[in-house]
């Protein structure tokens, strides 16, 4: 689930640029003027673990000292960073592993699990934060309290040990917040091949777009698969028809029968079935899309321009990525030939889990000395003041980007990157607060690519129902942890894709997995259903 979003009330800031850079609270990441920075004392060094999922490091980058804005924030809490990366396949189980091993590192992002990390609070394998905590980083509570599950994990767990790291602060754009990935498609493909696209497709009228571009072959592309997506985000397409099928939210929910469902035995699983193995038998899909990682799925897009449809996030920095990559790539223009879709179920409604608001935590190793402990916690409550979220965002004041008025005005050459100019990931661009909120505001993206994400959100609340995309999340599956939640523990977008390439009758394979997982899962919903 991904994936790099944040918060942005813009105010009058102060420079980027200037101040001490000994660390010692001269305030070198913001310039001397700042009020944050004054009276802290930052003149032991710290060397501090991390540890975060994607993109990845780059080996050419030098994260502490390899550029003038990383260079300002590690001389100025006088920290340097030792990273470690995780993909997207291993992040949670190679962190599972050295969690419950005791070698967790000093710092890093998890993947929330609820009955997962009560486990971990209970038996001490991560950090309970201090009980004063609030009061001492109040900008990093305040950005914690636009999370309700922050206070509701701390009365359950009886303090804090996971900070929640909000999607949506200051910028909500709409009350139900949904995923964001949308259908990018090569809408030049279509006109070439004779298919009218529209802002909001059901699965089938996509499959049927790949089915007659692939006929048509508008791009003379060898061995042509239109659909190329790894398995994460191939799953969507089962959430498209369910939204709680389990890729990106919970795979439990209450019914209208008033009880609680397990999605993989519901019929709108089976229906995406029927639909996704007959384009997979066609060769609509990549033959092999279980055995790709990221980016490649992303690269056979917008880079080698090999697929024709690739489900993504419907994100402003990814338009503004791929509009990059098609230009210098392909020599094409983003614009002209890519169109983005919502995509509906087969009843042709928007289906989604609401969300809550949050992608994934950070958490501390139980090992992490107090004093280091203070040391990033000061950091994180920096980076949730205005000041740091305009600095992560936009760079070096008077280098990268000026105020006029209240806009912010970017000052990066067209087609420059603010991310590959920097070396802001993996640590800085979501150490607390994601990047979604600020991309209504960031000066970086274009003004269509800002407006375009916002009508996305505003087209799947007005394009779905209460019933398929309820308005609120419901805390009893959220909050719900068992020894039973665990032992049927899987990851549903692995398992939709085994279901896609296993050969037979896909009914029939249907039904035989549902009874293989039913007691798996039979537990779990006996647990829910006595909670009403």
Not at 302 to 330: C, N, P
Not at 445 to 451: E, I
Not at 480 to 500: G, I, K, P, T, W
Request: charge should be negative.
């Amino acid at each position: 689930m991904k994936k790099i979003m944040v918060l942005a009330a813009i105010v009058a800031l102060a420079s980027c640029g200037g101040g001490d850079k000994s660390g010692s609270g001269g305030g070198a990441a913001s310039g001397g003027g700042s009020g944050w920075f004054a009276g802290r004392n930052f003149n032991k060094h710290m060397d501090v673990e991390f540890a975060s999922p994607g993109p990845g490091i780059d080996e050419g980058k030098d994260y502490n000292n390899g550029d003038d804005w990383v260079k300002k924030w590690t001389q100025a809490f006088n920290i340097t960073f030792k990273i470690t990366p995780f993909t997207w396949e291993n992040w949670e189980e190679r962190l599972r592993i050295w969690i419950n091993s005791g070698d967790a590192p000093e710092m890093f992002v998890y993947n929330y699990n609820h009955g997962e990390a009560q486990n971990y609070a209970e038996q001490g394998l991560v950090k309970k934060l201090p009980d004063d905590w609030k009061t001492k980083y109040p900008n990093l509570a305040r950005a914690a309290n636009d999370v309700p599950l922050n206070a509701m994990a701390e009365e359950t767990f009886g303090g804090t040990y996971y900070l929640f790291r909000p999607i949506y602060s200051n910028n909500r754009p709409v009350d139900k917040l949904s995923p964001h990935f949308s259908a990018y498609i090569r809408k030049d493909w279509a006109q070439a091949a004779g298919v009218t696209l529209k802002p909001a497709m059901k699965i089938s009228e996509l499959l049927d777009y790949a089915r007659k571009v692939k006929a048509a072959n508008p791009g003379k592309v060898q061995n042509f698969y239109p659909i190329v997506n790894r398995t994460g985000s191939f799953g969507y397409f089962f959430h498209f028809n369910n939204g709680f099928a389990g890729i990106n939210g919970p795979a439990y929910y209450r019914g209208n029968d008033g009880k609680y469902h397990w999605a993989g035995a519901d019929q709108s699983t089976l229906q995406t079935l029927k639909l996704m193995v007959p384009a997979y038998r066609e060769g609509l899909i990549d033959p092999e899309f279980y055995t790709i990682q990221d980016p490649d799925d992303l690269g056979a897009f917008y880079t080698s321009g090999r697929s024709a449809l690739i489900v993504a996030d419907g994100m402003a920095w990814k338009m503004t990525e791929m509009e990059q990559h098609f230009k210098s790539d392909l020599g094409l223009d983003f614009d002209d030939v890519v169109e983005i879709v919502t995509v509906l179920g087969e009843d042709g409604y928007y289906h989604a889990a609401p969300l809550t608001n949050y992608w994934a935590a950070v958490a501390f190793s139980p090992k992490i000395a107090d004093d280091k402990l203070d040391r990033l916690l000061q950091m994180l409550d920096y980076s949730c003041t205005d000041e740091g979220q305009l600095e992560i965002r936009c760079g070096i004041k008077g280098v990268d980007w000026d105020m006029n008025g209240t806009e912010i005005v970017s000052r990066l050459n067209p087609g420059e990157s603010l991310w590959d100019k920097y070396a802001l990931l993996p640590v800085y661009v979501n150490m607390l607060i994601l990047s979604d909120d600020f991309q209504f505001r960031d000066p970086n993206y274009k003004a269509a690519y800002r407006q375009k994400t916002k009508d996305m959100y505003i087209l799947r609340a007005q394009s779905s129902t209460g019933e398929t995309f309820p308005p609120e999340p419901d805390w009893n599956v959220v909050l719900h942890s068992s020894r039973a939640l665990n032992l049927a523990s899987m990851v549903m977008a692995d398992e939709y894709a085994a279901l896609v390439i296993k050969s037979g009758d896909p009914e029939s394979n249907w039904r035989a997995w549902v009874n293989e997982k039913t007691p798996l899962v039979q537990p779990v919903l006996d647990e829910l259903n006595a909670k009403k």
